[in-house]
């Protein structure tokens, strides 16, 4: 089992990186583990920007950057398990659109929700012995949809989505 870094380290690292934000509103009255997961997310926001400003100076690509992430992702997590770490990023997003979208009904956050759940479903059971049973294929079904509502959603407000 790998080592989790402690509530110090973590103050030590955002003081280091200039994460913005104040720890001690970040941990609030939480636990421990509360506190040292509240930190590592701020962290982890905070270096996901700089990464992705420093890709862009670096002038790497899609796939150039595909691959740096996939690397690192195999690095931390190991072999075999980069899925867990590319559905939990993806379940992230989907939350953050399903929160942006709020109680109205709306298209384009709808199509998007709708096809990272079924993004999600396809990675939790790639390679699984379940992986031909009727859950896929319903996934397979729901992306097939999603993407078909996506395409009408984006032909029906022309110039929204360039």
């Given at each position: 089992m790998r080592t989790l870094p402690s509530t110090d380290d973590l103050l030590r690292a955002m003081t280091v990186l200039g994460v913005p934000g104040d720890p001690l509103y970040i941990m609030k009255d939480h636990d421990d583990d509360r506190r040292r997961a509240e930190l590592l997310a701020h962290i982890t926001a905070a270096l996901v920007e700089r990464l992705e400003a420093l890709e862009t100076l670096a002038g790497l690509g899609v796939d150039d950057r595909a691959d740096l992430h996939w690397q690192a992702d195999r690095d931390a997590a190991g072999p075999g398990r980069v899925d867990r770490l590319q559905a939990a990023r993806l379940a992230w997003v989907q939350q953050s659109v399903t929160r942006e979208r709020g109680r109205r009904p709306d298209a384009?956050?709808?199509?998007?929700?709708?096809?990272?759940?079924?993004?999600?479903?396809?990675?939790?059971?790639?390679?699984?012995?379940?992986?031909?049973?009727?859950?896929?294929?319903?996934?397979?079904?729901?992306?097939?949809?999603?993407?078909?509502?996506?395409?009408?959603?984006?032909?029906?407000?022309?110039g929204e989505c360039v």
């Amino acid at each position: 089992m790998r080592t989790l870094p402690s509530t110090d380290d973590l103050l030590r690292a955002m003081t280091v990186l200039g994460v913005p934000g104040d720890p001690l509103y970040i941990m609030k009255d939480h636990d421990d583990d509360r506190r040292r997961a509240e930190l590592l997310a701020h962290i982890t926001a905070a270096l996901v920007e700089r990464l992705e400003a420093l890709e862009t100076l670096a002038g790497l690509g899609v796939d150039d950057r595909a691959d740096l992430h996939w690397q690192a992702d195999r690095d931390a997590a190991g072999p075999g398990r980069v899925d867990r770490l590319q559905a939990a990023r993806l379940a992230w997003v989907q939350q953050s659109v399903t929160r942006e979208r709020g109680r109205r009904p709306d298209a384009h956050a709808d199509a998007v929700a709708t096809t990272l759940g079924v993004l999600i479903e396809l990675l939790a059971h790639r390679g699984t012995a379940r992986a031909a049973g009727p859950m896929v294929a319903d996934a397979v079904a729901g992306l097939c949809a999603a993407a078909d509502h996506l395409g009408t959603v984006l032909r029906a407000a022309p110039g929204e989505c360039v």
